[in-house]
């Protein structure tokens, strides 16, 4: 019973970090998402404690591994639009593949290639 | 009319929207048993796999889709919530995201200019619409920035938010395999990689396969995520 109350005052934090992060990016007008800026208020209160409360852990991770549940309703969300998407489906479809694997393809290389620089530099001192 | 018929409606829509999560999570169960029973492959990717046949259902009873979103908004402000918890193994992994500044860096400039010129570029080669182009281009952030970015350059929002959900089931679903083939072996880059491509979709597969690789595609996702909204515009305004 005392688990399940702190639990459901994890997921209140989590709640109001995002909360939080909206307003203040809507009242200031960031070009930032507020759930990014409540990413970084969550983060400033585990650094400022110094380490993550078994209740806030087991919310934050249970809902990480079950993002994908979340974003069912977003895929549902897509046949309204399938007139459009058959419109250009050809260069949809290319675009969509093409485009994520070159994305993929500069990302992950940019990242290899400074890491192996940056990181044999620290290692040779 | 006196408020109890205000009251009833209140309630039907509740229950409405409480019936149609269920049937979401029936089916999310369903997608993972079946992901489980294939050992876990990224080909069975469980957006895909319930939102599928829950289409089909609409479809086949004629059912409106807006009757569905009552309880997919729930669901989707829930996204919220969640995506905070990303601070969690950010913080347990925090030297190692520290450690990768100048690799994330580089990662984030090159990343995000391919994501969007690439889809520019083969949008117009294949001779798609204008509109389509511009619903196109902010195709790997998460949805409520390339709603927004779409709306600024002249795209349709909503056809950018369907591109946003398609791309993230691409890459969350051929993520390993283009890794694979590209000797892609480390994992802060196959998780930055896939943040900056397929941002929450593909976090969420890179959860699955590990916490670093989880880590580094969610503090990809938030990075891209400002960078296009930031950037795409003014490249608009200066090559559109």
Known sequence: MRLAGQLFLAF?????CDTAGRLVSWWLGLPVPGTVIGILFLLGG???IRRVPEAVGRVADFLLAHLNFLYIPAGVGVMSYAALLAEDLWPILVALFASTFLAMLAAGFAFMAVARLTE?????E | MSDIGIKLIYW??????????????????LALRIQRALGGTPLANPVLLAAAPIIGLLVAADIWVGDYMGGGQALLWLLGPATVGIAVPLYRNFTRVRSALLPMAAALVIGSTVAVISAIVIGEAMGASVETIRSLAPKSVTTPIAMGIAGEIGGYPSLAA?????TGI???????????????????????AMGIAAHGIGTA????????QGTFSGVAMALNGIVTALVLPL?????G
């Open chain 1, 12 to 16: 209140l934090l989590l709640a109001a």
């Open chain 1, 46 to 48: 585990l650094v400022a």
């Open chain 1, 120 to 124: 044999k530099r620290s290692r040779g």
């Open chain 2, 12 to 29: 039907d829509r509740v229950f409405e929207a409480g019936f149609w999560i269920l049937v979401t999570l029936f089916f999310y169960y």
């Open chain 2, 162 to 166: 369907a591109f946003v959900i398609l």
């Open chain 2, 170 to 192: 691409v890459g969350a679903v051929f993520g390993a395999a283009f890794f694979r083939l590209l000797h892609i072996r480390d994992e802060r880059a196959k998780g930055f």
């Open chain 2, 205 to 212: 597969r890179a959860f699955q396969e590990s916490e670093v």
């Open chain 2, 235 to 239: 490249l608009w305004l200066a090559f």
